[in-house]
């Protein structure tokens, strides 16, 4: 069975501390993406990345950097969280599969509340 | 500006009845449509992908249709179950490796 998994469920950091969030894919997928989720907003895409080392900005990169240094592994960090950044995160992988084969696995999301 | 739009507000319906949601979209040319569910405080998961040339899919008791000129896409769920109740989002994929998703729609189905 296929599974992403996020690092936290649930965290709380304060304004101005650098947040990690951790997400690991066991598919073999090449391509790993970060969205978060708003009331009202959708999901709005952050950062994805399509290879190991490589990654490409979203809608939204304001305030965040990635990482992936290791092809199941993609990190997502808050530099310096801000109160807007309190959010449902939530990490995806597909695989490159061509046209038509863009179905995405989603992780169960974390719940970051920036105080 | 491109927009996908899906219902903000909720569906209630009668168990046994047909749910429909609708996905409407501007200013986009997407080659796939693909429908999520998500259930409070998970991610979304897969359900029915649709090509721009199909008109019709189905899956048991889901359906979806996609009309590229209305540039909509309707998903409907055939005699409903309380279990059905979710947010319901719909997503285009237009050839990037990024899906775009709409804000989704919540199905609440009453015994």
């Known amino acids: 069975d296929v599974k992403v998994t996020q690092s936290s469920r649930y965290l709380v950091k304060r304004t101005g501390e650098k947040v990690f969030l951790e997400c690991v894919q066991d598919m073999d997928h090449e391509n790993m993406f970060w969205y978060r989720q708003d009331p009202g907003l959708g999901l709005r895409l952050i950062y994805f990345?399509?290879?190991?080392?490589?990654?490409e900005k979203g809608d939204i990169p304001e305030g965040y950097s990635v990482s992936r240094e290791k092809k199941e592994r993609f990190s997502l960090i808050l530099e310096s969280a801000s109160t807007n950044q309190t959010s449902m995160y939530l990490c995806a992988s597909s695989s490159v599969g061509g046209r038509g084969k863009n179905i995405q696995y989603f992780g169960a999301g974390t719940r970051l509340s920036v105080l | 500006s491109q927009k996908i739009e899906q219902n903000s507000e909720a569906l209630n319906i009668q168990e046994g009845k047909t749910a429909t949601l609708t996905c409407n979209y501007t200013?986009?040319?997407?080659?796939?449509l693909q429908w999520y569910r998500q259930d409070p405080g998970r991610g979304p998961v897969f359900l029915l992908l649709i090509r721009e040339n199909e008109k019709e899919k189905r899956k048991e008791r889901l359906k979806v249709t996609f009309d590229t000129t209305l540039k909509q896409s309707l998903f409907h769920i055939t005699a409903s179950q309380p279990a059905d109740s979710a947010t319901y989002l719909c997503a285009l994929d237009t050839g990037r490796r990024a899906l775009t998703f709409g804000s989704g729609t919540r199905l609440q189905v009453q015994p």
């Open positions: 990345s399509y290879d190991v080392k490589m990654k």
């Open positions: 200013n986009y040319s997407p080659a796939y």
